[in-house]
Nanobody, 127 residues
Framework: QVQLVESGGGLVQTGGSLRLSCAAS????????MAWFRQAPGKEREFVAA????????SYADSVKGRFTISRDNAKNTVYLQMNTLKPEDTAAYYC????????????????????WGQGTQVTVSS
């Protein structure tokens, strides 16, 4: 069975850092793309970052460029999101997602491009 399990969330102060992990099982990471989305209360789920397993190409939302880095560890079947210089606006539940195919740049930001989702991990940045 396909499973995506996020961890690493928590409470931090403005300017702090967190590293989120998404442990995956039951999916062919050589073919799938992986991404992070986030959702704050009362808001739509929004794209954060994506990485394609075939060519390791990455995409980032403008709001996190220069602060967040997405990466993967093939041996551990895990994708990470390193978050630095956190701001209160980063407060949200963060979700790991997996696609069934390689995605073009224009497709990576869409929720509809991803088939599998984790349960989410909460990130709260105090102001």
């Amino acid at each position: 069975q396909v499973q995506l399990v996020e961890s690493g969330g928590g409470l931090v102060q403005t300017g702090g850092s967190l590293r989120l992990s998404c442990a995956a099982s039951g999916v062919p990471f050589s073919s799938y793309g992986m991404a992070w989305f986030r959702q704050a209360p009362g808001k739509e789920r929004e794209f954060v970052a994506a990485i394609m397993w075939s060519d390791i190409s990455t995409s980032y939302a403008d709001s996190v460029k220069g602060r967040f880095t997405i990466s993967r560890d093939n041996a551990k079947n895990t994708v990470y999101l390193q978050m630095n210089t956190l701001k209160p606006e980063d407060t949200a539940a963060y979700y790991c997602a997996a696609s069934e195919k390689w995605l073009g740049i224009g497709q990576r930001t869409s929720v509809q491009s991803y088939t599998y989702w984790g349960q989410g991990t909460q990130v709260t940045v105090s102001s």
